[in-house]
């Protein structure tokens, strides 16, 4: 999912599993930059929903949320980034 972002600019990522399975334990979801795909912050989880940050973005500029099921696990989720005070 890609968003813009601005230097020093705070957000959350809220992640919900709401079908199928996202393969077990320690599925990623991860913010990256969209300029080369390289990881600004990272969380794992074993369940059926995620949350990264509040964190803080370190550059204005594009960014993705990578979420990645484990293996062949497929499904669905909700998500919802929410830019935090």
């Not at 550059?59 to 935090?84: H, K, M, N, R, S």
């Amino acid at each position: 999912m890609p968003f813009n972002g601005t230097a020093t600019q705070r957000v959350r990522v809220n992640v919900t599993v709401t079908s199928g399975s996202f393969g077990g334990c320690n599925w990623p979801l991860q913010i990256r930059k969209a300029s080369d795909d390289s990881i600004v912050f990272s969380t794992t989880s074993c369940t059926g929903s995620a949350v990264l940050g509040p964190v803080t973005l370190p550059t204005t500029q594009g960014y993705l949320v990578f979420i990645d099921p484990l293996g062949i696990a497929t499904g669905t989720a909700d998500v919802t980034l929410t830019e935090v005070p």
